[in-house]
Nanobody, 123 residues
């Protein structure tokens, strides 16, 4: 079992930065693929980024490439999402997830989820 707790959400102006953190407990997060998803009001959950446990490879949805950076601190059992140049349309609840699934671009690849943290980008 893995418990995930996100933090770092809040209100930020358009173009501003925000750093989300995900604290994992129960088992070392380095053994899992860890990812970030987001869900805007009235929309489905959307993949944002992920990092493979085995290789350290990372992947991003096209819309955040060059602006978001996912990272992991294995010693602290933490996963981070640095978000720069945020846009109002990226207002959403952001979720941290962990899993062994082969499909790291989809919710089906993840077994454990945090409760989410709200990110609001004002225009």
């Amino acid at each position: 079992q893995v418990q995930l707790i996100e933090s770092g959400g809040g209100l930020v102006q358009s173009g501003g930065p925000l750093r989300l953190s995900c604290a994992a407990s129960g088992r070392t997060v380095s053994r899992y693929t860890t990812g970030w998803f987001r869900q805007a009001p009235g929309k489905g959950r959307e993949f944002v980024s992920a990092i493979r446990w085995s290789t350290g490879n990372v992947v991003y949805v096209d819309s955040v490439k060059g602006r978001f950076t996912i990272s992991r601190d294995n010693a602290k059992n933490m996963v981070y999402l640095q978000m720069n140049s945020l846009k109002p349309e990226e207002t959403a609840v952001y979720y941290c997830a962990a899993g062994y699934g082969s499909n790291w671009l989809d919710e089906s690849g993840y077994d454990y989820w945090g409760q989410g943290t709200q990110v609001t980008v004002s225009s």
